[in-house]
């Protein structure tokens, strides 16, 4: 089962948090695309992608992430964009699934919010 959280973080920070739960694969894959476009169009916030709680990934997921975040970066280049992927094994699908080299991926949500914060 897939869910989909969008949450502000602190609003002088400028960061919004797109949380992703259970799923992020063929099935999911879909509606992750969607998701993030529609986010995207509606909010120009920089935006934290939070994996932590992801239990079930494979490729299909992991490349209709990828392809999102870099829509975004195309569309717009002055939007920040990082991510959190606790396990290893996903963070380092992430790293070899093209994404724009400026894209940070944090491994917890409190390392993230240091660097955003700072």
């Known amino acids: 089962m897939l869910t989909v959280i969008l949450q502000s973080l ?3 920070s ?5 949380k992703i ?3 992020l694969d063929f099935t999911s894959a879909p509606t992750v695309r969607m998701a993030l476009a529609y986010v995207a169009g509606r909010d120009r916030s920089n935006m ?11 490729d299909k997921g992991v490349a209709a992430l990828t392809g999102a975040l870099r829509r975004l970066r195309s569309e717009d280049p002055q939007r920040h964009l990082a991510l959190v992927a606790r396990q290893r094994s996903l963070a380092e699908s992430l790293t070899r699934g093209d994404l724009p080299s400026d894209i940070r991926i944090y491994r917890s949500g409190r390392e993230a919010l240091r660097s955003i914060a700072a």
């Open 10 to 12: 602190p609003t002088s």
């Open 14 to 18: 400028g960061w919004r948090l797109f």
């Open 21 to 23: 739960e259970g799923q």
């Open 48 to 58: 934290l992608v939070d994996l932590e709680n992801v239990r079930a990934v494979d």
